[in-house]
C-alpha cells in the first residue's frame, strides 16, 4: 500500500483578529468600540476561523494540489505543516511525525517554498556562494554540498549562471534557485505555496514538468497550493478545494469534473449537407440513449452541437453518422473545466 506521508485531521486554526480591523483601520477609535482591555480579552468572537476542521491525506510519489480563492487558507495550511504556525485544534502529521510534539523530525522530513523567491538570500554573493552558504546552516558536509549543489544547479538550468551573483537574476531564476534550496536536503516531501506565481509562461511548464519528475521518477510528494485551476489540472494527481477553511471536495480532477457535471458535448462540423437531410439526423440524434439535446449552427461551416450525459455512447454516433454518410470533416468535444467546477462547488 502506498505510504501516508502528510496526514491532517480535523486541524483547526483560528487567526486573533487585530484592534485596527476592529476599528476599521483607526485604531484610536478600539477603545469606545471593543471597551477596553477586559472587552477585548474576553472577545469569544474576535478571531478569523482560517481553517475548520480540515482532514486530509496525501501519499509518497503524489503531487497534491490545494486549490482555493483568496483567504481561502491555503498558506496557513502549509504553514501549520511546515511548523511556522501552531493549529488550534486537530492533527498534523508529516511521515507520521507529529508537527506540534515533533517539530526537529517533521523539519527533517521537509522543505517548504513559501511565497517571495528572493527571500533569505544574499543579493551580492553568487548563486553557488548563497547555496554553500545554506548547504552549512543544514550541516552538509562540504564534499557532499559541492557535489549536490553542482548537480542541482545542473537539474534547474542554472549551471552557466552559477558564478553570477544573484542580484542579475530574473524571477523565473530566482525561483529555480529556490527550488535547489529546498532540494539540498534530499527530503521525502516538498511543500510550495504558489509556485509558479510571477514565472513566464515557458518558466512555469518547466517548474511543473520538474515537479511531476520529482515525484514520479524520485518518489517524493510534491503538495502545492495554487488558485491556478489549469496548473492543478495540469499536474496534479488529486485535487482538494479548500473554501472558507473547509475543504469542499477531494478527488482526481477528472472525477471532480464528473461530480459536478457528467456533460459532454460534441460539435459535428459537417461539409456542405442539405437542410432536409440535418433535420432528419437531428431527429435520430435526439431519439439516441442519453443525449439531452441537439442543435444546428449555421455561420461559416454547419455543425451538429449534441450534448449528452453518462449515458451515451459514441458509437451510436458514429453508426449516425455511418448511416446518413455525413461528411463530417472535424469532431470537437467540450467537457467543464477545473475552473467551471470550482466555481459551481465553491458558490453551492
Ligand atoms: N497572521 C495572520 N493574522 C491574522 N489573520 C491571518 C494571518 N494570516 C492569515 N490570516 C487570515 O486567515 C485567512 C486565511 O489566510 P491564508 O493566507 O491562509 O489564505 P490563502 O488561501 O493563502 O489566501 P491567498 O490565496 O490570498 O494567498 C484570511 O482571512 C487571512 O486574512
Ligand atoms: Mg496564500
Redesign the pocket.
Known amino acids: 500500500m502506498t505510504k501516508v506521508t502528510i496526514e491532517t485531521i480535523d486541524l483547526v486554526?483560528r487567526?486573533?483578529?487585530?484592534l485596527r480591523s476592529i476599528a476599521g483601520g483607526r485604531h484610536w477609535e478600539c477603545w469606545g468600540r471593543v471597551g477596553g482591555f477586559r472587552e477585548i480579552f474576553m472577545r469569544k468572537k474576535g478571531f478569523?476561523q482560517?481553517?475548520n476542521k480540515v482532514s486530509l491525506k496525501v501519499y509518497r510519489g503524489e503531487v497534491f494540489g490545494l486549490l482555493?480563492?483568496?483567504?481561502?487558507?491555503?498558506?496557513?495550511?502549509?504553514?501549520i505543516l511546515c511548523t511556522l504556525?501552531l493549529p488550534d485544534g486537530g492533527e498534523a502529521y508529516i511521515n507520521g511525525y507529529n508537527v506540534v510534539k515533533q517539530p526537529g523530525k517533521v523539519l527533517r522530513n521537509l522543505q517548504a517554498v513559501l511565497g517571495e523567491q528572493h527571500r533569505g538570500f544574499e543579493w551580492r554573493l553568487s548563486l553557488k556562494n548563497n547555496l554553500e552558504f545554506y548547504a552549512t546552516l543544514y550541516g552538509l558536509s562540504k564534499r557532499y554540498a559541492k557535489k549536490r549543489i553542482e548537480e542541482l544547479l545542473e537539474l534547474m538550468g542554472l549551471k552557466d549562471r552559477a558564478n553570477d551573483m544573484y542580484q542579475r537574476l530574473s524571477t523565473g531564476m530566482a525561483r529555480k534557485l529556490q527550488l535547489c534550496r529546498a532540494l539540498l536536503l534530499d527530503t521525502p516531501i516538498l511543500l510550495f505555496?504558489?509556485p509558479t506565481a510571477g514565472l513566464d509562461p515557458t518558466a512555469a511548464t518547466d517548474f511543473r514538468q520538474l515537479l511531476r519528475r520529482l515525484a514520479k521518477s524520485e518518489g517524493k510528494t510534491i503538495f502545492i497550493?495554487t488558485?491556478n485551476m489549469w496548473e492543478a489540472q495540469s499536474i496534479c494527481d488529486r485535487v482538494a478545494i479548500?473554501n472558507k477553511?473547509e475543504i469542499i471536495a477531494c478527488d482526481t480532477p477528472e472525477n471532480l469534473r464528473r461530480c459536478v457535471s457528467s456533460e459532454k458535448h460534441y460539435r459535428l462540423i459537417l461539409d456542405g449537407e442539405s437542410n432536409g437531410k440535418l433535420k432528419k439526423v437531428v431527429d435520430e440524434f435526439e431519439g439516441l440513449n442519453g443525449v439531452k439535446d441537439v442543435s444546428l449552427e449555421f455561420d461559416s461551416q454547419t455543425k451538429i452541437i449534441v450534448k449528452t450525459d453518462e449515458n451515451f455512447k459514441i458509437l451510436d454516433m458514429v453508426n449516425l453518422i455511418a448511416k446518413y454518410s455525413l461528411n463530417v470533416r472535424d469532431i470537437e468535444t467540450y467537457e467543464p473545466s477545473l475552473e467551471e467546477i470550482f466555481i459551481k462547488l465553491v458558490k453551492r
Request: glycine residues 14%; charged residues 20%.
Open positions: 486554526k487567526y486573533p483578529i487585530s478569523i482560517a481553517l482555493g480563492p483568496n483567504g481561502a487558507g491555503k498558506t496557513t495550511f502549509i504553514k504556525v505555496d504558489e497550493s488558485h479548500i477553511g
